[in-house]
């Protein structure tokens, strides 16, 4: 069955999560009907990097302790990005999220593949091609939502889900159509239901490391899981993904101090890379030289050993308070969104530490710890203690991915329900102290207003 698309509305859509979209229908000279009937096609759209891999949300990077803004700069940010820095109410002022709009866009491609491979008669020579491209389409579709659902939605708790509101959830190719919000129950149930998806479909590997992979896939079902608090799971799927791939880079050889950015660009092979992904740029957190956006917490960099390579290859020191972040596993001016190795490892450390598997926990720390210092100097780790054990694999966890997607932001949230593991977020401006509580409802995003408007949503509690 033919299924004939308008291009148009694919490419430039700025996204449509719950709100009835028709405007593009009142521009006539810019459509042009393209035909996509073939899996080479549908692969085709699935292979547009700039849509689904270049625009992961990350815009709860700005609202974490991992940065500071000097109080003379503030003033002077972006408006979204002063707004998530000060944990202000109204976000984004009547303006578009970058993070709401492109993930739907990429949300709304991807479903117009999951809905067109549909018609597609699949037979033994086939059958390989069409696994595949379902499985990448569920993939992206699952990784969209979790993401979205780390920031717009409340932290997942098993007693509150059902009532919790979740996301606006398109499952089809119609973007005319409005999508009331769900529960974050549901919205869970649709991440897990994609993932195991493309599990089930995807090869183990892939050379193209925009394409997910099935050790993608198993990553991502660790990484929901861990949120979940649903840590055997969490440890079956981080196993699982490290069974198959399980190589780190080591930090004595890797990075170079010469390049940009200290770490290969996506042109060159990073081994622990297992997706790539960047996130959307924000002035307060992406990688760079200028000192007038954000810096790194200083806490933060002064946890880090003398003989730990991060220290060197994550950030360059201006003086003792102005600390830029540097280490990017993009190589390039953006942050790192994707999914990698040492994030498998540091999961699997966790949960057995939660578990109470505290040997194996400590064995996954201290493997990951002993390619990121200078050869020869890191101490292995050791403890009988349960909650110290979780604390040191939380702490070097923190320092591993400081700015990596939304994982700091993730783990305040989730941590925030122990009151052992809960974190103070402060900020100082202009001489006034402001204070982010753990669970305070301002660790969830507000919709952005339009689509409040024109859905009739309920918003988030500020």
Known sequence: MRQVLLLFCLIVISGFGCKKATDWLNTPKFKKDITIETLK??????????????????????????????ERSVPNLPVIDRNAYLWNKDIFEGRISLDYSFSYQAINYVNVVLEGIETIEVNSGNFSEYNSIKGQASFFRSIFYFELASIFCKQYNQTTAAVDKGLCLRVNSDVNGIVQRSSVLETYKLILSDAHKAVELLSNTKTVKTQPSKTAALILLARVYLNMADYENARKYADAALNISSELIDFNSVPELALPFRFPDFKNENAELIFYAQGNLYQTVYPSDLITSGLVDTMLY?????????????????????IKFKGSYTGVASNFAGLTTSE???????????LNDLSI?????????????????????????????????LQERRKEFPFTGNIRWQDLRRNNLDPRLATIIRRKITGEVKVLPPNDPKYVYPFPQSEIQLAGLEQNER
Do not use: H, W
């Open 41 to 70: 096609d549908y692969q085709s759209l699935l292979n547009n990097t700039s849509i689904l891999n270049l625009t992961m949300p990350i815009i709860s990077q700005i609202g974490s302790d991992n940065i500071y803004v000097n």
């Open 302 to 322: 002064r946890s880090y050993n003398q003989n730990d390579l991060r220290k060197i290859y994550f950030y360059k020191e201006f003086d003792s308070v102005t």
């Open 344 to 354: 498998a490892f540091y999961i699997r450390a966790e949960c057995n530490a939660r």
């Open 361 to 393: 926990a400590i064995r996954d720390l201290n493997i990951v710890l002993r390619s990121r210092y200078k050869t020869g100097t890191y101490i292995d780790f050791d403890s009988n203690d349960s909650f110290e054990v979780l604390q040191k694999v």
